[in-house]
């Protein structure tokens, strides 16, 4: 009779056991399976991804990683708050996804470390999709397709080519590929982090050029219509700027693929590009990847 009874106590528990385990199955699969909005078109049944998303619902909010010194497309503005295009770009992706945008400021050396790191869940910061990196990131559609340009004070026409500044003093900025395209050309180069002070050093002769993003420029002309400088040559080389992830994380990258879609269609995308770069013919507008046109 105690052996019976036993066994039964045995199977209650076992049983109870296994009940607690379905539910606590079916609960975790429940709270998997939560997306943004109806909108987004992410697959709610999603299986072997890092959580990425899931648990960026969890919060409410988009980690975010950001240089914030980088003008105009992420720096300090007026009464000290983050501004710039890829700041807006990335806010507004995060309200299409139903979630606040959270900023996590760092330096641009340890912007993609941070993200293996898991420091924050995307970052919108001018990075290029590039082959080199796509063993450890993933990057979202081009939400930005630029070139390099080459810039001369307006009243000078010694320099009319990258040709040209073969042993001339040539001002870039110390982040990105502008030096290296300097070096191709054996100029001399002299660091200049803002596209301001670039543009200032150009027209007070300290300077012969400067290697340069497009979209900077066109900011720059847009903030003061009467600087004396002018764009001699625009290099056929394409970046395409997009949002980095660490692998593993598809639904994410889907679902900010969708937002910057649903930003184009809807205008949102084109307000922050008048915003920060006016509505010029040069002007690149949507997301379009300008290598096939």
């Known amino acids: 009779m105690r052996r019976t009874t036993n066994r039964w106590i045995s199977l209650t528990i076992l049983l109870a056991i296994a009940c607690m385990g379905i539910?606590?199955?079916?609960?975790?699969s429940k709270q998997a399976s939560r997306v943004p909005g109806q909108n987004m078109g992410i697959n709610p049944y999603r299986v072997n991804t890092g959580y990425l998303l899931r648990h960026a619902i969890d919060r409410g909010t988009l980690r975010i990683?950001?240089?914030?010194?980088?003008?105009?497309?992420?720096?300090?503005?007026?009464?000290?708050?983050?501004?710039?295009?890829?700041v807006e770009i990335a806010q507004e992706v995060a309200r299409h996804m139903e979630l606040k945008a959270e900023f996590i400021e760092t330096d641009w050396k340890s912007l993609l470390p941070g993200l293996t790191e898991g420091k924050y869940d995307a970052v919108f910061n001018e990075i290029e999709d590039r082959h080199d990196r796509r063993a450890l990131y993933d990057f979202s559609v081009a939400y930005l397709s630029t070139s390099p340009v080459l810039l001369t004070s307006s009243d000078k026409d010694a320099i009319h080519?990258?040709?040209?500044?073969?042993?001339?003093?040539?001002?870039?900025?110390?982040?990105?590929?502008?030096?290296?395209?300097?070096?191709?050309?054996?100029?001399?180069?002299?660091?200049?982090?803002?596209?301001?002070?670039?543009?200032?050093?150009?027209?007070?002769?300290?300077?012969?050029?400067?290697?340069?993003?497009?979209?900077?420029?066109?900011?720059?002309?847009?903030?003061?219509?009467?600087?004396?400088?002018?764009?001699?040559?625009?290099?056929?080389?394409?970046?395409?700027?997009?949002?980095?992830?660490?692998?593993?994380?598809?639904?994410?990258?889907?679902?900010?693929?969708?937002?910057?879609?649903?930003m184009q269609e809807d205008g949102s995308y084109l307000a922050i590009w008048n915003k920060y770069f006016g509505d010029s013919p040069l002007s690149y507008k949507g997301i379009l990847d300008r290598k096939n046109q």
Request: hydrophobic share 40%; charged share 20%; with cysteine.
């Open 23 to 28: 539910l606590g199955g079916c609960a975790g």
């Open 65 to 86: 990683g950001t240089e914030r010194d980088y003008p105009p497309f992420s720096y300090i503005g007026i009464g000290g708050r983050l501004t710039g295009f890829d």
């Open 161 to 262: 080519s990258f040709e040209d500044i073969r042993g001339k003093t040539i001002g870039v900025n110390p982040i990105g590929n502008y030096a290296n395209i300097a070096d191709k050309y054996d100029a001399d180069i002299k660091p200049v982090k803002y596209i301001h002070d670039a543009a200032s050093q150009l027209v007070d002769g300290k300077l012969d050029a400067v290697i340069t993003d497009q979209f900077s420029v066109t900011n720059l002309i847009q903030q003061f219509p009467d600087m004396a400088v002018k764009t001699v040559e625009i290099s056929s080389a394409v970046y395409e700027v997009s949002a980095a992830f660490v692998k593993g994380n598809p639904d994410l990258v889907a679902a900010v693929d969708n937002a910057l879609a649903t």
